[in-house]
């Protein structure tokens, strides 16, 4: 894999984010990125969601980006990367994902992933071990309460009126983009995954956040996550796009999970986030499509 960065005109990210071009797998990648001058801080890669384009998970990246080399790719045939000529599916994605983090020399990143960024990390950790130093799943989308599909395009439709306005043009640009047909084929494969099922394939330390007002993932109820003691879980104020709408609360709870300190010590979180249980139990199976004890 070559490595050629260009840096381009037009619209300026979120400071001190900057754009460039590189070249992955032989094809244009468009990212953000901010490297410290003193290489300092852990890297973090932030992984966007379904059919759109990292530029809504820059508040975030860019808060962190204070204290930690900062990396927002927007992955193949999604935001202005090119598409490949056969479409990804999660599986491809996530050996795109790593094959970006070759190319910009980060062998274990911290992974911040949302909404279909969450299945695609955890299928780095499974086809990939050992290339994950952390990971943050934010608004883990996939599995039976995003089915069937047609539930889940009323659920998508539901939290569009939850997000803050601003969100919208940038949606609406990505998807008309992104394009029907490759739409409803990576869209059914996300719906069909069994996200939080798959928790246990991660093998690093593992941070859920999820909004108390998000449609596609439910987890007000407390789950289980049988023998997974690295895993925790933060339900927080807001709806899916949590990157994109409580930038400083999701920075906030990163740090404090890659401090090993109290997830919820933090100013913002002391406001509105609250601890999700977490059983070590065998499960009830829950008809919500949810385990519960």
Known sequence: MSRDRVRIPGRVPVPPLEPEWL??????LFHRVHVRHDHSGVPIVHVHGFGISGTYLEPTA?????EHPTYVPDLPGMGRSLRPRHGLDLPGLARALVGYCDVVGVEKPVLVGNSLGCP?????????????ASAVLVSPAGGP???????ALRQMAQDGLREPPSM?????RDYLRFGALQSLSLFRAMTRYPTLDNLHLLDAPTLVIVGERDPLVKISRAFVLAEMPHVTAVKV?????????SPELIAELVEAH??????????????????????????????????VR
Request: a negative charge.
């Open 168 to 172: 919208l043009p940038i949606a609406v």
């Open 23 to 28: 070249i992955v797998d032989h094809l244009p």
């Open 145 to 151: 309460n995003n089915q069937p599909m047609a539930h």
């Open 62 to 66: 860019a808060v962190l980006a204070a």
């Open 237 to 245: 104020p807001g709806a899916h796009a949590l990157n994109f709408s």
């Open 120 to 132: 695609i990390i955890i299928e780095v950790a499974a086809s990939f071990p050992g290339r994950i």
């Open 258 to 291: 890659l401090a090993g300190g109290s997830l919820l010590a933090g100013p913002l979180a002391q406001r509105g986030a609250e601890l999700v249980e977490v059983y070590d139990t065998a499960p009830l199976p829950d008809p919500a499509g949810l385990t």
